[in-house]
């Protein structure tokens, strides 16, 4: 699921201490938006931002003041279940995307294809388990935040209680000059919002045969796709 060279960035034990001030974790699968939005939260005024993928051990107990912001490593989902009980003051955000695009998606410097659906399924299979444990969660769509940006970015900002965000045509300038290697990647660099990836699985035939592989490898893709709200795959799509 998890590539050996992805390294395990979360502590052993649980979270500890009293977080110094209200925390937004973010989380969703690989290619889903993650860093995007992250990023996009530097659109409000009076947050902090943590570049770089932080455990939700580590966040809630960090002793930045106020708002801190930040977005999950690949292993949170493994133990996301077990510290809701030490998490409850925070607010989980989390992100989704379209699996196929998400199975397609390539990230600057990787070899190959970055994320299969067996990692798309585990993190929703997780945050289902959350919705249904933890009050305060937040789900929004990839292909919506992408769309439609800065009403997303308000509709967050209403309901964390952190006012309203510049317009999402600021987001490139607010991104600072030294951002990390790992964003700047994800990214693809930073540049104007746009939902010129939303259905990118269909442009081009390495991607079209990469999807029809996982359809055929992963028996529940289609069903789960279409349960979270996907269109059904058409034959015609497909190589």
């Known amino acids: 699921m998890l590539s050996p060279r992805i390294p395990v960035l979360c ?10 001030g209200p925390r937004v974790f973010i989380t ?6 993650t860093t995007l939005l992250l990023n996009l939260f530097r659109l409000f005024t009076d947050v902090s931002v943590l570049d770089r993928e932080n455990c939700i051990r580590s966040v809630v107990s960090d002793p930045v003041p106020g ?11 493994e133990h996301l279940i077990a510290d ?8 989980i955000v989390d992100i989704t995307r379209d699996p196929r695009d998400v199975v397609s998606s390539k990230l ?20 289902g388990q959350v919705r249904g444990l933890h009050l305060r969660l937040i789900q929004i769509r990839y ?3 992408v769309t439609d940006p800065s009403r997303v970015m308000s509709e967050l900002g209403d309901i964390l209680g952190l006012g309203k965000p510049l317009p999402s045509q600021e987001y490139p300038s607010a991104v600072p000059e030294d ?21 990118r699985w269909r ?37």
């Not at 442009?203 to 992963?218: D, G, I, P, T």
Request: some cysteine; charged content about 25%.
């Open 108 to 127: 600057d410097g990787w070899p190959d294809f970055y994320c299969d659906f067996t990692r798309w399924a585990r993190d929703a299979r997780v945050i």
């Open 11 to 20: 502590p052993l034990d649980g979270p500890r201490g009293q977080a110094a």
């Open 203 to 239: 442009l081009e035939s390495s991607s079209r045969r990469r999807v029809a592989e996982q359809l055929k490898s992963n028996a529940d893709m289609e069903v789960l796709l279409q349960y979270a709200g996907y269109e059904v795959t058409e034959e015609t799509a497909l190589p």
């Open 143 to 145: 292909e919506r935040l």
């Open 84 to 91: 809701l009980p030490l998490i409850d003051k925070t607010w």
């Open 28 to 33: 969703g699968s690989a290619r889903s938006g």
């Open 179 to 199: 951002l990390s290697p790992q964003a700047t990647s994800a990214l693809g660099g930073v540049r104007p919002v746009s939902r010129e990836r939303v259905g």
């Open 67 to 77: 708002w801190l912001i930040a977005k999950r490593t690949p292993h949170c989902a």
